[in-house]
């Protein structure tokens, strides 16, 4: 096969397998009763339930049944999450050892597909002759979603659904100040309620496409639960009865008020119930810029302070079997000549913050958010200081990368190598503008997978690779029934009104 069709071919590929090959050989044309074997390596309790995933999938992505064909083996067989697919003129074969490791299959083979040309209208798809051997770098491969009182849900439905074809198997899900909570109504605006029955719709559509959604919710800093430009507070702009529980600015929560952490320890637990008792719940605490600031928390011990609202959190949160996430930047001191020099750490020498790392509990998970590609000035790649730090204290660490693509690739390296958790890639409010849908759906979903880049040039969100993100979202929106046009792609509209423009 010429190099120029095998480019083709792994550009369609979201993230690109660790190992493929292609052949020079008939396409295997998946119709009607085509023949289907499954090796398959695990409990044999799994297989009426791999049996009906591949049934199913097979009907909603090709309109076909297969016939299938099981052989059960021992060796040879990938683990966990990993897969392998040989397919073939006469038969197509998927090798499994999970559910989890199916269902990549078949997202790989559904990205694999194309239409069999010379008719009018698409009827039969067809799979070129390839060996796929594929599993994952990391055993977390999340992305951050926030929930704004400006977030349609069918949105954040496309963008959870498009995660999870792109093999993330978690979405932090970030509520700014939107959850109505039973236990707290005042902690949400009034008129910007979210449908919890379509949020707990999202949550079990997740599940089934194999990402789990997890909370959170910050117990520190951004307590507004909104942008920090706006001015606006979610609690205390109707409720300014509430501002015993913040700091003066209403930015960080009050720590020596023994309500704030009651509130809290509420808020947490519903959430917790709420998304079905998720293995993470994620913590916040970065950017407490006013922490410590009220007459009775800045004559306080601010060391000893912040380590038992952390550790009392921590210990809440592993009652329910789960691990807490937390950012990192509170925790190291940076600024010009300091180790951290042109990353991000907003620790205060003065608060002494910087000597919690390690007293902090071993089962907290530290997110350390670095968002650009800061190099040295002898050129070399970013050396990424502030995760080896938690990662050296015993710490599981994330990397957090945003929207600058080498940091994206840089910091999956650099987490395969120190032997991190995984990655945790974030959106904040900017997922509709097609460059950063790019980075964060495209080059951080391969980071995620392969610990890195791919060997598929990446040459900008306009290269022929980062087109298959079109076609993934067009068929993210054919599985959700979309027919408003508002709903198809990664906008709502092509043009947006100027709400200036006379």
């Given at each position: 096969m010429e190099e120029r069709e095998k480019r083709i071919l792994?550009?369609?590929?979201?993230?690109?397998?660790?190992?493929?090959?292609?052949?020079?050989?008939?396409d295997f044309v998946i119709r009607e009763k085509a023949p289907l074997l499954l090796r398959f390596g695990g409990k044999k309790e799994l297989l009426p339930a791999a049996e009906k995933m591949v049934l199913d999938s097979f009907k909603a992505f090709w309109n076909r049944t297969v016939k299938i064909k099981i052989e059960t083996a021992k060796k040879g067989i990938p683990v966990k999450e990993g897969y392998s697919i040989t397919v073939e003129k006469s038969l197509l074969t998927i090798s499994f050892s999970t559910l989890e490791g199916l269902r990549n299959?078949?997202?790989t083979l559904r990205q694999l597909a194309e239409p069999v040309r010379n008719k009018a209208?698409?009827?039969?798809?067809?799979?070129?002759?390839?060996?796929?051997?594929d599993s994952p770098a990391f055993d977390f491969r999340g992305i951050h979603f926030c929930v704004f009182p400006e977030t349609k849900l069918f949105d954040l439905e496309k963008k959870v659904r498009l995660a999870a074809y792109h093999k993330y198997n978690y979405a932090v899900i970030e509520v700014w100040g939107?959850?109505?909570?039973?236990?707290?109504?005042e902690m949400c605006w009034k008129d910007r309620k979210i449908d919890l029955t379509e949020l707990k719709r999202i949550i079990h559509v997740g599940k089934e496409l194999g990402i789990t959604l997890c909370p959170q919710f910050n117990l520190l800093g951004h307590a507004a639960a909104a942008r920090g430009s706006t001015g606006k507070h979610a609690f205390l702009d109707f409720a300014p009865e509430l501002q015993t529980l913040f700091e003066p600015g209403g930015w960080t929560w009050c720590l020596t008020n023994p309500y704030t952490r009651q509130t809290l320890a509420d808020i947490v637990l519903e959430l917790m119930d709420f998304f079905e008792n998720p293995p993470y719940f994620h913590i916040g605490c970065d950017e407490s810029l006013d922490f410590a600031s009220c007459r009775t928390c800045r004559k306080s011990n601010r060391e000893k302070l912040l380590l038992d609202h952390i550790t009392f959190f921590d210990e809440l949160i592993r009652s329910r079997g789960a691990r807490a996430i937390m950012w990192h930047d509170?925790?190291?001191?940076?600024?010009?000549?300091?180790?951290?020099?042109g990353y991000i750490a907003f620790g205060r020498e003065e608060d002494g913050l910087g000597k919690l790392v390690k007293r902090l509990p071993k089962d907290i998970i530290i997110a350390d958010w670095q968002y650009g590609y800061p190099q040295g000035a002898d050129g070399k790649e970013p050396h990424w200081p502030t995760g080896k730090v938690f990662r050296d204290a015993g710490l599981d660490v994330l990397a957090c990368p945003w929207l600058e693509t080498r940091g994206i690739v840089s910091q999956a390296?650099?987490?395969?190598?120190?032997?991190?958790?995984?990655?945790?890639e974030t959106t904040w409010h900017q997922t509709h503008n097609y460059p950063q849908v790019y980075a964060q759906f495209t080059v951080a979903a391969n980071a995620a997978w392969r610990g890195g880049g791919t060997n598929v040039a990446l040459t900008g969100p306009w290269s022929g690779y980062s087109i298959a993100t079109h076609r993934h979202m067009r068929e993210v929106c054919q599985d959700m029934g979309v027919t408003r046009y508002e709903e198809t792609g990664f906008t709502e509209y092509q043009v947006f009104p100027d709400p200036f423009e006379s």
């Open positions: 792994l550009k369609s590929l979201v993230p690109v397998p660790r190992e493929i090959s292609f052949e020079d050989a008939p299959a078949l997202k209208r698409t009827e039969d798809f067809a799979l070129v002759a390839c060996t796929i051997k939107v959850f109505p909570f039973a236990s707290h109504p509170m925790l190291v001191e940076g600024g010009q000549g300091t180790p951290f020099e390296e650099t987490a395969v190598k120190r032997k991190y958790l995984g990655l945790l």
